[in-house]
């Protein structure tokens, strides 16, 4: 079994391997499974079908590959990760082909994750010159004291479907920047974006054999491979994006073994809208924030609040341009709202806003099923018992609210036990500065809405939202061990 072709389409008709020690092989057991786009349901191409055993295979390989590339020159690493950006860029409209194809990713989306790509690789490539420790003070005579930091060895990388590219990316950039190495496991959903293409970019660019290695694996079956990455001796740290259930059963798992995890699990983002906002860049905002790539970020608007003053006319005009919203093929540049992944999700989403209508919601936009796609849906007097006001319903819909008060949109948001973005629209940024401060979340964005990244920055949430911080800027924190060193340049005495 080998790789993904490098040209053109090519890897629609390539059997994906996985990619162990340097080399695309089949899954152990031979099996494999099909990847289907959703917007037309035809055979992307047939993927190894991995399991516990495979994941094992590419562990050892990264543990042996683990020695050499945490010695190499700091001009090395430098270098590959800078080759991988030329690389990557080059092959731009392809990669741009092949997310539209595998996850429904529109000509917007796409370019947003393709250039935090670009410069995930450029920022990278400094890590390799960061300082890889400090001075400390000592009270003992004659004694130098130090905190280094250190690789911790293999890490492993759970990914998910929904930004496939960066979301990989980001999963495995800082640790292999800061000299560990890599087991990545992409989504089911996406192969080849959020793995393959990867392994193709990295090893061309220069990494050598073992440093990353990607197993993949059928629909319903990741389990297996990540139990055997929290159980192997071998894997020091597990970064995961994902639910928040998912990452629950994973952190319960990790304790057991006594392993760190990076958790970025699910949000329930609110966009709160102040008396004082200019309504008509209230409505861009919201409609962006809330339907970017069909609501399929984890950053994503799930509710916006408007302060009464505002709330008619905000609600008329929002209805109004999310009804608008050009929806259909991803290929099409002008298409906002494209297919959400899969038949269950689809399911799902009609699910949850029939019961909540049923319970006494209005549907303001949206609200009817156009396989593959699910039109931006606005909904309003959502009652808390309704399924879709709690956890995140991971698609176009968004739920609106007016508020007495800013503040009472922020103890509302607050209520949530999720808590990873949020956004304030204020025509005093102060106001929104204090406000923010009161958000129990991991991110805010006052005059902006809620779906922004960038490589360096802290990114993640609080309470059931996850752990830690992704970010090549904190990326030393969460995958390097951190040493106390003493040294002494002559004897000490000892007083027995």
């Not at 092949?98 to 670009?118: I, K, P, S």
Request: hydrophobic share 45%.
């Amino acid at each position: 079994m080998t790789g993904a072709g490098r040209a053109g389409n090519g890897w629609r008709t390539a059997r994906l391997g996985h990619f162990i020690g340097g080399d695309w092989v089949a899954a152990g057991s031979g099996r494999t499974y099909l990847d289907h786009s959703p917007w037309s349901g035809a055979v992307l191409c047939e993927v190894a079908a991995g399991d516990a055993e495979d994941a094992h295979r590419a562990i050892e390989a990264a543990h042996a590959a683990f020695g050499g590339w945490a010695g190499e020159s700091p001009w090395r690493r430098q270098q590959i990760f800078l080759r991988a950006a030329d690389i990557l860029e080059g092959r731009r409209a392809e990669v741009l082909d092949a997310l539209a194809d595998e996850t429904g990713c529109g000509r917007h989306f796409g370019d947003v994750q393709f250039d935090f790509t670009l410069r995930l690789l450029r920022q990278a490539a400094h890590l390799a010159y960061r300082p890889v420790g400090e001075l400390l003070p000592s009270d003992v005579e004659g004694t130098q004291a130090m905190a280094v930091r250190r690789p911790v060895g293999v890490v492993a990388a759970i990914a998910p479907w929904n930004a496939s590219l960066t979301l990989a990316g980001r999963a495995i950039v800082g640790p292999l920047a800061l000299g560990n190495t890599v087991v990545l496991k992409p989504s089911e959903e996406a192969p080849y974006t959020g793995g393959a293409l990867w392994a193709e970019i990295l090893h061309e660019a220069g990494l050598p054999a073992g440093v990353l290695n990607v197993v993949t694996h059928a629909p319903g079956e990741a389990g297996d491979i990540g139990d055997a990455m929290l159980a192997n001796p071998l894997v020091k740290r597990i970064n995961f994006t994902g639910s928040t259930p998912t990452g629950r059963r994973l952190a319960e798992k990790a304790g057991r073994h006594l392993k760190r995890v990076v958790l970025q699990l699910s949000g329930q983002n609110p966009l709160i809208v102040a008396r004082d906002a200019e309504v008509g860049y209230a409505v861009d905002a919201a409609a962006y924030g809330a339907f970017v790539h069909q609501g399929q970020v984890c950053m994503c608007a799930r509710r916006v609040y408007v302060e009464r003053p505002l709330a008619e006319e905000f609600a008329e005009r929002f209805a109004a341009k999310v009804a608008a919203l050009p929806t259909g093929d991803p290929h099409d540049p002008e298409t906002v709202v494209g297919p959400v992944i899969n038949e269950w999700a689809l399911a799902l989403l009609d699910r949850r806003v029939n019961e909540a209508v049923e319970l006494g919601a209005r549907v303001l936009a949206g609200g009817v099923p156009r396989p593959p796609c699910y039109p931006a849906t606005v909904l309003t007097d959502v009652p808390d018992k309704a399924e879709i006001a709690h956890g995140e319903t991971f698609g176009p819909v968004v739920i609106l609210e007016a508020v007495d008060s800013a503040e009472e949109a922020v103890a509302r948001a607050n209520r949530s036990d999720l808590g990873l973005a949020a956004s304030i629209i204020t025509g005093d940024s102060r106001r929104g500065l204090r406000l923010a401060a009161k958000l129990d979340v991991g991110i805010v964005h006052v005059n902006d809405q809620p779906v922004n990244d960038e490589p360096h920055m802290p990114f993640g949430g609080v309470k059931d939202s996850g752990w830690g911080r992704f970010g090549l800027g904190f990326a030393a924190e969460e995958f390097c061990e951190l040493q106390w060193v003493t040294v002494r340049d002559q004897d000490r005495t000892f007083p027995f």
